[in-house]
C-alpha cells in the first residue's frame, strides 16, 4: 500500500510559478506509474500530468506549462507549473497506480492510491 501526502500549494498571483509535491511512502514508489490531477469548484476532476516508471511523461492539452517529473531515491513526484492562470486553480492531487501494461493513464479509475490534495489559487 502507499500513502501520498502533497505539498506546495498556495495563493499566487497569474503569471507566477508554484511547485507541487508528492510525497509517497513505501519502500515500493519506482513501481508506480504516477499521476496528477485537479478539480476545480463545480467541475470534474481532470487528469494534469503523468510519469511512467521509465520516466516517460504524459501531460493534458491545457497544461503546456508544467512539468512532471519524478526522485524515486526520494519516493516523491513533482509538478513545476508555470506561467500559472486564474483557471488552473484547482486542488490537486497526486495518484499512483500499481497496474502493468497498457495504462490509461488520464483516467482516474486506472489509480489505486490517492492524496489528499493541496489547493492551488491564482488570482488574477
Known amino acids: 500500500q502507499v500513502q501520498l501526502v502533497e505539498s506546495g500549494g498556495g495563493l499566487v498571483q497569474a503569471g507566477g510559478s508554484l511547485r507541487l509535491s508528492c510525497a509517497a511512502s513505501g519502500r515500493t514508489f519506482s513501481s508506480y506509474f504516477m499521476g496528477w490531477f485537479r478539480q476545480a469548484p463545480g467541475k470534474e476532476r481532470e487528469f494534469v500530468a503523468a510519469?511512467?516508471?521509465?520516466?516517460?511523461t504524459y501531460y493534458a492539452d491545457s497544461v503546456g506549462r508544467f512539468t512532471i517529473s519524478r526522485d524515486n531515491a526520494k519516493n516523491a513526484v513533482y509538478l513545476q507549473m508555470n506561467s500559472l492562470k486564474p483557471e488552473d486553480t484547482a486542488v490537486y492531487c497526486c495518484?499512483?497506480?500499481?497496474?502493468?501494461?497498457?495504462?490509461?493513464?488520464?483516467?482516474?479509475?486506472?489509480?489505486?492510491?490517492w492524496g489528499q490534495g493541496t489547493q492551488v489559487t491564482v488570482s488574477s
Open positions: 510519469i511512467g516508471r521509465s520516466g516517460s
Open positions: 495518484a499512483a497506480a500499481g497496474k502493468y501494461g497498457s495504462i490509461r493513464y488520464a483516467r482516474s479509475d486506472e489509480y489505486d492510491y
